[in-house]
T-cell receptor
Framework: EPEVTQTPSHQVTQMGQEVILRCVPISNHLYFYWYRQILGQKVEFLVSFYNNEISEKSEIFDDQFSVERPDGSNFTLKIRSTKLEDSAMYFCASSEPDRGTEAFFGQGTRLTVV | QKEVEQNSGPLSVPEGAIASLNCTYS??????FFWYRQYSGKSPELIMF????GDKEDGRFTAQLNKASQYVSLLIRDSQPSDSATYLCAVNDRQAGTALIFGKGTTLSVSS
């Protein structure tokens, strides 16, 4: 069964460093998303992406965040200068063109900022 | 501020019983309603979605929607220990590419 894949599964970085989280969405999906979940808290929307543009972003998605689809398969989230409070699970999700609201999640990247 | 509220639980049921999970939402413009299951340390897994008022059944799962009351529920029949997880309710406005707003989830524990 097709699935969203994310790499790495766990990343440890020092405060102030840049990180790039990678995702390969399901191949026929056209809508891509990033969510995060701080330990013990709810899943929070960061950004959605369609047709090489950001469709929607939340207040969390400030200037230190950026997204890119560098090629036909990958979708990335860059955090420019990480803070301790960026420590969380980051989930990539994707949805089909005709069923754009039913999002399927990858297994997540656990980001730890030290 | 769009909010989705769930009782955090834990909800404890014996094996074979019906588990009933509830969710309320604040935005009357919400049109799509989802139930995700999340095992500890894992990602959300979509198990049900419902768009229209009434019931929708899929195997042991039934989703119920009442837009007038802004209320969504999930019934799990014949609960199994493997159903033990956190169940997340999520809503959006049914526009493709828009944000899912999640509740904090209800933890279900099924004892054998």
């Amino acid at each position: 069964e097709p699935e969203v894949t994310q790499t790495p599964s766990h990343q440890v970085t020092q405060m102030g460093q840049e990180v790039i989280l990678r995702c390969v969405p399901i191949s026929n999906h056209l809508y891509f998303y990033w969510y995060r979940q701080i330990l013990g808290q709810k899943v929070e929307f960061l950004v959605s992406f369609y047709n090489n543009e950001i469709s929607e972003k939340s207040e969390i998605f400030d200037d230190q965040f950026s997204v890119e689809r560098p090629d036909g398969s990958n979708f990335t989230l860059k955090i420019r200068s990480t803070k301790l409070e960026d420590s969380a699970m980051y989930f990539c999700a994707s949805s089909e063109p005709d069923r754009g609201t039913e999002a399927f999640f990858g297994q997540g990247t656990r980001l730890t900022v030290v | 501020q769009k909010e989705v509220e769930q009782n955090s639980g834990p909800l404890s049921v014996p094996e074979g019983a019906i588990a009933s999970l509830n969710c309320t939402y604040s935005d009357r413009g919400s049109q799509s309603f989802f139930w995700y299951r999340q095992y500890s340390g894992k990602s959300p897994e979509l198990i049900m979605f419902i768009y229209s008022n009434g019931d929708k059944e899929d195997g042991r799962f039934t989703a119920q929607l009442n837009k007038a009351s802004q209320y969504v529920s999930l019934l799990i029949r014949d609960s199994q220990p493997s159903d033990s997880a956190t169940y997340l309710c999520a809503v959006n406005d049914r526009q493709a590419g828009t944000a899912l707003i999640f509740g904090k989830g209800t933890t279900l524990s099924v004892s054998s």
